[in-house]
């Protein structure tokens, strides 16, 4: 990690994280602790995934994750945050939600979701490349790992994107193997081939 953050041009871990905290929000600190004491919003959707919920912080989107019933979305999110005060608040979530059903559609939204996630220097390196990707198109993990100035870390990548908190925010379904092959992802491949199906206009 310190290497990262050397590579990535700061000069001490205190200016890498007085950055991260107002682009990616949550602090290292704060995330370790479960996110204790922290408000979070949440609400749960039908996507073309199947069930959706989604999370969110006074400064944005902490989690987005996908499960067979409410049930076991709640349980996610508790072991997630397990000491913050999470409130269902379908009134307060519903412009994030349909903004991110709009995406999962095929439809390019105006501008990125604000995000509130804890990441090391090399997580944020790589997410942020990743919502960098144009809109329908892939990238091998190799040309990730290339783009972000090391090549050699192409297992690296593809451990960032199974990390990867808030789903669809940070398109990490748009990596895919050097042969074109779908590759991981945390909520099972037939959900990454939908997503880029969908993104793509073929469904």
């Given at each position: ?78 072991h997630e945050f397990p000491f913050a005060n999470r ?117």
């Open positions: 990690m310190t290497r990262s953050m050397y590579d990535a041009g700061y000069s001490s871990s205190s200016r890498l994280y007085e950055r991260t905290a107002s682009q990616l929000g949550m602090t290292p600190d704060k995330y370790r602790r479960g996110a204790i004491a922290a408000p979070i919003r949440y609400t749960f959707a039908d996507s073309p995934l199947g069930r959706m919920l989604i999370a969110a912080t006074d400064k944005g989107i902490c989690a987005i994750q996908f499960a067979g019933s409410d049930d076991e979305l709640e349980q996610g999110l508790r409130k269902r608040d379908d009134e307060v979530m519903q412009p994030w939600k349909e903004n991110l059903l709009r995406q999962m559609r095929g439809q390019l939204l105006n501008g990125a979701l604000p995000l509130d996630i804890q990441a090391t220097a090399f997580q944020r390196r790589v997410w942020t490349h990743l919502q960098s990707i144009p809109f329908g198109t892939t990238r091998s993990y190799a040309a990730v790992a290339k783009a972000i100035g090391q090549p050699t870390a192409t297992r690296a990548v593809a451990r960032a994107c199974a990390t990867n908190p808030v789903a669809v925010a940070i398109p990490c379904h748009r990596v895919v193997r050097k042969n074109g092959d779908m590759g991981g992802y945390r909520w099972g491949i037939e959900k990454k081939k939908a997503l880029l199906e969908l993104e793509s206009g073929t469904v």
